[in-house]
């Protein structure tokens, strides 16, 4: 349509601006009144810093969930799953390990997996551990968090009791019932003539946008909070025994970020929050967040879902009070 040619052309132009300015800005005069001030240039130093150095580990991990997805088959997965419900939480935890995929992306995963056969409980373990118990996320915490790898070691540590305790109350409280909104799932016809390398890139830059927005609007309300609020009133909310864990929770449920990048976001806050208030945003988020609920509603029942909400905001929150209480 021409209307689209003309707003894709338009863009092009402002993007060469753009650069252009960034290039040879300092060659044309600018007068006072266009010249930022320092809290907007202070925004863009955090913004663009958060952004950069979490786009590497964003690359990483939509190849490797393309890969996933297009070579490891739910079937191979049930057989390590045994029969008994409580033992078979650990080996849940290890297949949510292997998917390095974001929060959103493992939810239709775990519907087609629980639509097979997979225990209700063992889908939720592997929900929640998923985005956040995989390599790429520790290489990321552990490169965002240098100066204090110790968050790191938490991170994983936490997340792994956390994920067993959601999927054992889960179970005790929905035992073997169906959590879909439907009971048949519709499976796609595959095309083994397609070219499967170029179903990768395809399902990798779609994911790798979708997963930058959300960083992207991440990174800008960070720069933006540390900018222009009160530093006193970060610390004080940081630093609170209850009010920390819970705001940052809160903080990391409204931000909706890829659990590749948002350690960056968190490392961002360390001079106002405690290890403790960190660890909850680093773990809560990755486990149920805004465009998380809202893709749940979407598969699931609505009152499992809530349940669901409520089981990892309790869950999280205790295990955080009791972590910082005693390490």
């Known amino acids: 349509m021409i209307s689209h040619k003309f707003s894709t052309l338009i863009g092009y132009i402002l993007l060469l601006l753009f650069f252009a300015l960034f290039l040879f800005g300092d060659l044309f005069p600018i007068p006072d009144i266009l010249t930022p001030s320092e809290n907007i240039l202070n925004v863009n130093t955090i913004f663009l810093s958060i952004v950069l150095e979490a786009i590497p580990f ?36 290890a297949i949510g390990a292997i998917f390095p995929v974001c929060e959103c992306a493992i939810v239709p995963i775990v519907r087609r997996l629980i639509a097979k056969g997979m225990p209700m409980h063992v889908g939720m373990v592997v929900l929640v551990s998923a985005p956040v118990l995989n390599p790429i996320v520790y290489l990321s915490t552990f490169h965002a968090f240098q100066s204090t790898p110790s968050i790191a070691y938490a991170r994983m540590g936490l997340a792994f009791v956390i994920a067993l305790l959601v999927g054992l109350l889960m179970y005790l409280l929905y035992e073997r019932a169906n959590p879909l909104k439907e009971n048949k799932i519709r499976v796609g016809h595959h095309h083994h003539s397609r070219n499967r390398f170029k179903e990768m890139f395809d399902h990798a830059s779609d994911e790798f946008f979708d997963m930058g927005k959300f960083l992207i609007i991440g990174a800008f309300l960070a720069a933006l909070v540390q900018t222009f609020m009160d530093r006193d009133t970060l610390a ?90 005693f390490f």
């Open 236 to 325: 004080a909310i940081g630093n609170g025994v209850y009010t920390g864990p819970a705001a940052m929770m809160g903080m990391a449920y409204i931000l909706s970020l890829c659990s590749e990048a948002d350690a960056f976001v968190a490392s961002s806050f360390q001079s106002f929050a405690t290890p403790a208030s960190l660890l909850s945003f680093l773990v809560y988020g990755p486990m149920i967040d805004l465009k998380n609920t809202i893709l749940l509603f979407a598969y699931f029942r609505a009152r499992f879902v809530a349940s669901l909400v409520f089981v990892i905001t309790l869950t999280t929150f205790s295990i955080i009070m009791i972590y910082q209480n």
């Open 58 to 93: 964003i690359l990483l991990g939509v190849f490797v969930s393309s890969l996933i997805q297009l070579f490891v088959k739910e079937e191979h997965l049930n057989r390590f799953i045994p029969r008994n419900p409580i033992l078979a939480l650990a080996p849940a935890v």
